[in-house]
């Protein structure tokens, strides 16, 4: 039973590709939820995150980075993050604090005036910028108009985080308890599974593969005797020569890809993994809504 004065709300964490949203959203979280990797655009779906309190919980919506479409899977990202703020207690615009803030976040703080919900501008990765750097950006967003609040933290390094959960505080109302309390994501386990081999590829592979590859989980199922968990997996590629790369020579890089996915699987599922991955081809799958909606790309 929820006691009288429990407080809860969301926040929408949104912004330019690779501004660290998701590393945010693990760091709040106290636990790896969305895949990390230093290319852009590497969410592609919404990621709930959920941290509760002795009389509070808080749900955070990582989404992808806003950016111009150039596939229907591009166009499923956008109308993702877009959705996602709306209707909650406040947005999180992220601004990666060695880069400025660039026409990209222009055009985002452009779009965000019609949301009805405080904006907070959180500058990340305070601790990499110049204190000259971090007075430029503030006074730039300042200036604007646009936000409640502006804030800097390192989403890597967990500085001033605390603080920004304790503005976060002050937006949550009286309301229920959304989640149970040990639940930290609403993700089911195979997604991120799947997300978890897709970050090994975004990892390892050249620049020009990663993007086109998706992820499906075909099978998990635990062994009889117990201890050991059967994980069955297909990595969707675009065209024949990449099916090669992905492979590697004697099918080194696909078996790296698995050793190193397979540790962060077994990570969270708390038990032996024996992953079996397997590869198609399946051109131009980024623009196939019924591809899509396999991969869980669903209409947002």
């Not at 108009?145 to 001033?160: D, M, N, V």
């Not at 090994?200 to 635990?222: C, N």
Request: proline share 3%; charged share 25%; hydrophobic share 40%.
């Amino acid at each position: 039973m929820i006691a009288a004065g429990y407080k809860s709300g969301f926040f929408s964490i949104i912004g330019c590709p690779n501004v660290g949203k998701s590393t945010l959203l693990n760091t709040l979280v106290g636990q790896k939820i969305a895949i990390v990797t230093d290319r852009a655009q590497t969410t592609r779906n919404r990621i709930t995150g959920v941290l509760t309190g002795k009389d509070y919980q808080m749900i955070f919506l990582d989404t992808p980075g806003m950016t111009r479409p150039k596939n229907k899977l591009g166009e499923y990202m956008q109308k993702v993050a877009e959705n996602a703020s709306n209707d909650t207690e406040a947005v999180l615009l992220l601004i990666d604090a060695t880069q400025g803030v660039r026409e990209r976040d222009r055009e985002i703080m452009e779009r965000l005036k019609t949301v009805r919900s405080p904006i907070l501008a959180v500058i990340n990765k305070s601790d990499a910028a110049s204190a000259l750097a971090m007075q430029t950006i503030r006074e730039t967003l300042e200036q604007s108009g646009l936000f409640a609040q502006i804030l800097s933290i390192s989403a890597k390094t967990g500085e001033r985080v605390d603080e920004l959960l304790s503005v976060l505080k002050g937006y949550l109302t009286e309301g229920p308890q959304y989640f149970p309390e040990d639940m930290v994501t609403d993700q089911p386990e195979r997604v991120i599974c799947a997300e978890m081999i897709r970050e090994k590829t975004l990892q390892l592979l050249r620049e020009e593969i990663p993007h086109g590859i998706g992820v499906g989980i075909d099978k998990m199922e635990m062994r009889p005797e117990g201890g050991l968990m059967d994980v069955w997996a297909t990595l969707y590629c675009e065209r024949e020569s990449h099916k090669g790369i992905i492979i590697g020579r004697g099918g080194k890089m696909l078996k790296r890809i698995g050793t190193e996915a397979r540790k962060d699987i077994e990570w969270l599922l708390g038990v032996r993994v024996n992953l079996q991955l397997w590869i198609k081809v399946k051109e131009d799958w980024r623009n196939r809504q019924q591809m899509l909606n396999e991969l869980g790309y669903k209409d947002a």
